[in-house]
């Protein structure tokens, strides 16, 4: 198959499409990819000193000091109300029922926002879907920590907060400066705060971070049911280049054709 004719007969005969789509069905609302030279997310983080810029999304330098995270996300926050004819596309191939499943490497959660039913995606990677308390596990939608983000200050978990209340009454919480840590005290300040030690968990966002694993429902659906029900694997906007999700075509029967589309 070499041509968009050829493209255009497999989407009109396909019945059961599999969908997997990477940053570049974003790059056009502004939201940078984090790989491409001198543009992506990565490219910046470099710029602004780290010499291993996924040290941001790692697990425990996010526990140890959440604020680099907070300082820098702002870039990477998604829309809420636009996106792309790509979007439009894959949710196109949704309404005339010939959508199996759209496997994301995004973390905007635009695919859903787009109206593609959470049955059929699988966001390899989390999203900016929910936030979750790292101390009590307390989950919210993700917006509600946008404006944080956007201030460049950390999120803080309002049920470790309302739960301190409720526990501690007349007691002051501890207060903390943007950058996640204590403030110092004044020589005026209330000793009664001495006694408090407590402080709310740090909310993150449900993005997969380097030391967590990805969903269990990317692996099942894949092996359980979507490679015996394939007949056209489409790729959008993804150098395919970070496993497991590099390895997606290749568990798809070899007669299952793959139209492949990039910038490239």
Known sequence: YNTIDDAAALLEKSRKIIVITGAGISTSLGIPDFR???????SKLREVGFSEPEEVFDLQHFDDDPSDFYKLAGDILPTLDVWSPTHEF?????QKGKLLTNYTQNIDNLESNAGIPPEKLIQCHGSWATATCRKCGFQVPGKEIFEDVRAQRVARCRRCVEDSKLSRPGVKRKRFNGRGK????SDDDDEDEDD???EPGVMKPDITFFGEGLPRQFFDRLTDYDRDHVDLVVVI???MKVAPVSELPNVIPPSV????????
């Open 36 to 42: 491409s030279k001198h543009t992506g997310f990565y």
């Open 90 to 94: 894959v949710g196109l191939l949704n």
């Open 182 to 185: 204590a403030k110092r005290r």
């Open 196 to 198: 408090d030690m407590f």
């Open 237 to 239: 906007g993804t150098s």
């Open 257 to 264: 054709p793959q139209i492949y589309i990039s910038r490239d």
